[in-house]
Antibody, heavy 121, light 107 residues
Framework: QVQLVQSGAEVKKPGSLVQVSCKAY????????FSWVRQAPGQGLEWMGR????????VIAPKFQGRVTFTADESTNTAHMGLTGLRSDDTAVYFC??????????????WGQGTMVTVSS | DIQMTQSPSTLSASVGDRIIITCRAS??????LAWYQQKPGKAPKLLIS???SLESGVPSRFSGAGSGAEFTLTITSLQPDDFATYYC?????????FGGGTKVEIK
């Protein structure tokens, strides 16, 4: 089964951008779809969007339209999430999660360990 | 967007208890509903997909049921390892949405 390992914690200034990486081990990136989910401190889970590398299709939650970009690098077997225009309320743990249903919808059965992003002046 | 409402938000129970968590959707769909377990500082863990399909390695004391607009997660004979927060998620339509979570705590 694929294992997802995310990049390390980030501290960013308001208005800047952050990129979180999610490297897949034990599986080909193109065999999966990747959801990105965040969790603010003490809060619940919030779905940000889903990216299917083999189709280069992104589905982004309305709340994040215009601020989020999903990409993938086949050479490093890594998925990336970029978030621009950072605000203090973007402070959260960001998770990548995969499912093998690239042709339809699927539940996320493998998760990365999470990346803490802190936005502070 | 499909809104998912979980109840209760907090549940106090004892080891050995049977508990039921409910997830109600703002619109009906067939079965594309998942249940996750999350412990503090950890990533969520998928327990059940397609409303009632138990993931490999998940104990059989966990079960899911429902369709339409109401779904349930049942844990029979609660174990110490089960004290955690549980989330439902619909993946019937975009954007996928999570319920607000149910924290299961020790009575």
């Amino acid at each position: 089964q694929v294992q997802l390992v995310q990049s390390g914690a980030e501290v960013k200034k308001p208005g800047s951008l952050v990129q979180v990486s999610c490297k897949a081990y034990g599986g080909n990136l193109k065999s999966y779809a990747f959801s990105w989910v965040r969790q603010a401190p003490g809060q619940g889970l919030e779905w940000m969007g889903r990216y299917i590398p083999t189709l280069n299709i992104s589905v982004i939650a309305p709340k994040f339209q215009g601020r989020v970009t999903f990409t993938a690098d086949e050479s490093t077997n890594t998925a990336h999430m970029g978030l621009t225009g950072l605000r203090s309320d973007d402070t959260a743990v960001y998770f990548c999660a995969s499912d093998p249903k690239t042709g339809t919808v699927g539940a996320s059965d493998v998760w990365g360990q999470g990346t803490m992003v802190t936005v502070s002046s | 967007d499909i809104q998912m409402t979980q109840s209760p938000s907090t549940l106090s129970a004892s080891v050995g208890d049977r508990i039921i968590i409910t997830c109600r959707a703002s619109q009906s769909f067939s079965r594309w509903l998942a249940w996750y377990q999350q412990k503090p500082g950890k990533a969520p863990k998928l327990l059940i997909s397609a409303a009632s399909s138990l993931e490999s390695g998940v104990p059989s004391r966990f079960s899911g049921a429902g369709s339409g607009a109401e779904f349930t997660l049942t844990i029979t004979s609660l174990q110490p390892d089960d004290f955690a927060t549980y989330y439902c998620q619909q993946y019937h339509g975009y954007p996928f949405t999570f319920g607000g979570g149910t924290k299961v705590e020790i009575k």
